[in-house]
């Protein structure tokens, strides 16, 4: 599975979209920003056909450290959950990529 | 809890990096756009300090519609997991990154 960076995309959108990358990569990284400071503020973010954005809390556990054995207490954590919207539940629908990667 | 739109994600972008909203939208509509695109070709995707996006296969199952208990058949299909950064971690639990 081959990883896709952002850079990639922002050559790829300032291609299409006729905008100058220079241009692309602040908006870009704004919208990263955004999205982290509206879910630090407890709110959720919807894209229509792309997914939810939405933090919830993991209540504290006791974990085992897998190698040592011991109990760990772990403390009540915050994190982001992702939910995928319409559009890519379908384009994800077969159980195998459609271009192999 | 709040929630938050494109549009509003939008304006105050345009605000900060002043660059005008027709220029805004597109880049942001194509930026999804592609995340779907590379997703769904089964790349994985990675931000620095946001998070990664990556595919993962679900095999098929029997489930039961938790109504009338009837058993459905579930193909296999593929589920997208965010895994957030080690900066977003930090904020959401209040400490300084």
Do not use: W, Y
């Not at chain 2, 509003?8 to 942001?28: F, G, M, N, S």
């Amino acid at each position: 599975m081959s990883t896709i960076t952002k850079k990639e995309l922002i050559d790829r959108i300032a291609g299409c979209t006729h905008t100058r990358p220079g241009v692309v990569k602040p908006v870009v990284q704004s919208f990263l920003n955004e999205i982290v400071r509206e879910l630090v503020k407890g709110n959720r973010l919807e894209f229509r056909d792309f997914g939810v954005f939405e933090t919830r809390i993991r209540p504290a556990r006791t974990a085992r450290n897998p190698k040592t054995l011991e109990e760990v207490q772990v403390r009540q954590t915050r994190v982001v959950r992702f939910k995928m919207g319409r559009l890519m539940k379908q384009r994800l629908s077969t159980a195998e990529p459609q271009v192999p990667s | 809890m709040s929630t938050t739109t494109k549009k509003e994600l939008i304006d105050r972008i345009a605000a900060t990096t002043k660059t005008r909203r027709a220029v805004v939208k597109p880049v942001i509509q194509m930026f999804l756009d592609e995340m779907v695109r590379e997703l769904a070709n089964g790349h994985r995707l990675e931000f620095r300090d946001f998070g990664v996006f990556e595919t993962k296969r679900r095999a098929a199952r029997r489930a039961q519609n938790p109504k009338t208990l009837e058993p459905v058949e579930v193909s296999a299909r593929r589920v997208v997991k965010f895994k957030m950064g080690r900066l977003v971690k930090q904020k959401l639990n209040g400490r300084r990154p």
